[in-house]
């Protein structure tokens, strides 16, 4: 079963706005990963935060990890138009292995 | 190559027929990840190689769908008498140990 699990599946907002995304996962992690996808096909690496992280910054995008909770939050601030895409979070240490696991992702549309 | 290559980037196929994907993973690169992704849906996890460590097979679906990574580079997913509930999109990604993810535009496999 997957590791990962994003919520909303589907988030519509106005440009201009915040969009917050979150994931939460089943067991002890090393690192969780946020990734994006256009027209689904290759995903594109956003930030890592290490499971000894509670928050990190990268341009608009926040991420912040809970480990007590098992859940990650991705916001991303001042919404554009090319911010319309699929949003996926990804975790190892699922069962012990090293792999990386994906959720569902959650849709996001910017809307002008 | 700069990137991850995987080829080809779209195959038709019959049902009953084999059909070989191949993954050109970014040079030096000790990691390497197959994924599955039907239309709208998340990814799903197939098979990982990390070094000449025995690779992580747990994702494969059935029997008929294996991998091999020949001299730790290249790889090829093989599927074998294909079905029509074989149809999505193959992912490829590549990375060094436990870093970021690079994925390759992936093959669409339609199976007729």
């Known amino acids: 079963s997957q590791q990962g699990e994003e919520d909303p599946q589907a988030l519509s907002i106005q440009e201009g706005e915040n969009a917050t995304m979150n994931c939460s996962y089943k067991t002890s992690i090393n690192n969780l990963q946020w990734y994006r996808q256009n027209s689904g096909r290759g995903l594109v690496h956003l930030i890592l935060i290490r499971s000894n992280e509670r928050e990190k910054h990268s341009g608009r995008l926040r991420v912040t990890l809970d480990t007590s909770k098992k859940s990650s939050s991705l916001l991303i601030t001042a919404s554009r138009a090319a911010d319309t895409a699929s949003y996926f979070c990804a975790t190892d240490g699922y069962q012990g292995a090293q792999k990386l696991v994906f959720g569902q992702g959650t849709r996001l549309t910017i809307n002008p | 190559g700069a990137g991850v290559s995987q080829s080809p980037s779209n195959k038709v196929t019959e049902k009953g027929k084999d059909v070989e994907l191949r993954c050109d993973p970014i040079s030096g690169h000790t990691a390497l990840y197959w994924y599955r992704q039907s239309l709208g849906q998340g990814l799903e996890f197939l098979i990982y190689f990390q070094g000449n460590s025995a690779p992580d097979k747990s994702g494969l679906p059935s029997d008929r769908f294996s991998a091999e990574r020949t001299g730790g580079s290249v790889s090829t997913l093989t599927i074998q008498r294909t079905q029509q509930e074989d149809s999505a999109v193959y992912l490829c990604?590549?990375?060094?140990?436990?870093?970021?993810?690079?994925f390759g535009s992936g093959t669409q496999l339609s199976v007729l």
């Open positions: 990604a590549s990375s060094l140990g436990r870093a970021k993810l690079f």
